[in-house]
T-cell receptor, first 116, second 112 residues
Framework: DSGVTQTPKHLITATGQRVTLRCSPRSGDLSVYWYQQSLDQGLQFLIQYYNGEERAKGNILERFSAQQFPDLHSELNLSSLELGDSALYFC???????????????FGPGTRLTVL | EDQVTQSPEALRLQEGESSSLNCSYTVSGLRGLFWYRQDPGKGPEFLFTLYSAGEEKEKERLKATLTKKESFLHITAPKPEDSATYLCAVQARWTSGSRLTFGEGTQLTVNP
């Protein structure tokens, strides 16, 4: 158990709908990351938050948005869903070290999203 | 652009048959190279971080090594419970944030 929690575990919805995925980081971690894992693309970085502020953005679609709240939990909002958005979505957290130091990320169990 | 390539894509071993997995990378200044293990439908589980060429780390039957262009994950006398997908990822020094760039993984199956 990494200490990172994600809800829900599974989500089944229809095209065009909007969903929210939730993540609670490990105790003491200030950074939260979101990754998408689909069968044909592997793990892809979406976005990072550090202590409530956006720190880095990857290949995140405009239909997707995220935020980190004062209690450090994070939510990933996916809207106007398409079939191709079906994937595993992982949250990870880390201490949030300075740029020159490595910053180990610990992953949650993931949310499996199925868009029908 | 940072890139990570893992080989082979899949590997089948007999219990006790040692082997190595390869991770080739290109990155604009390496901040760290990470190995994770992932079981089907689960989140990646952290194994090792390597920082600089020549470094080695061990954990039970696994040993990770790093050169300037590659990392190897050596598995000694594997057991069926070592079956999983092993992921390699790099963290770059000169990019914003601490994103990880992952390879596609090596799916390891150890038969009893």
């Amino acid at each position: 158990d990494s200490g990172v929690t994600q809800t829900p575990k599974h989500l089944i919805t229809a095209t065009g709908q909007r969903v929210t995925l939730r993540c609670s980081p490990r105790s003491g971690d200030l950074s939260v990351y979101w990754y998408q894992q689909s069968l044909d693309q592997g793990l892809q970085f979406l976005i990072q938050y550090y202590n409530g502020e956006e720190r880095a953005k990857g290949n995140i679609l405009e239909r997707f948005s995220a935020q980190q709240f004062p209690d450090l939990h994070s939510e990933l909002n996916l809207s106007s869903l398409e079939l191709g958005d079906s994937a595993l979505y992982f949250c990870a957290s880390s201490v949030g070290a300075l740029r020159q130091s490595t910053d180990t990320q610990y992953f949650g169990p993931g949310t499996r999203l199925t868009v029908l | 652009e940072d890139q990570v390539t893992q080989s082979p894509e899949a590997l089948r071993l007999q219990e006790g048959e040692s082997s190595s997995l390869n991770c080739s990378y290109t990155v604009s200044g390496l901040r760290g190279l990470f190995w994770y293990r992932q079981d089907p439908g689960k989140g990646p589980e952290f194994l090792f971080t390597l920082y600089s060429a020549g470094e080695e780390k061990e954990k039970e039957r696994l040993k990770a090594t790093l050169t300037k262009k590659e990392s190897f994950l050596h598995i000694t006398a594997p057991k069926p419970e070592d079956s999983a997908t092993y992921l390699c990822a790099v963290q770059a020094r000169w990019t914003s944030g601490s994103r990880l760039t992952f390879g596609e993984g090596t799916q390891l199956t150890v038969n009893p």
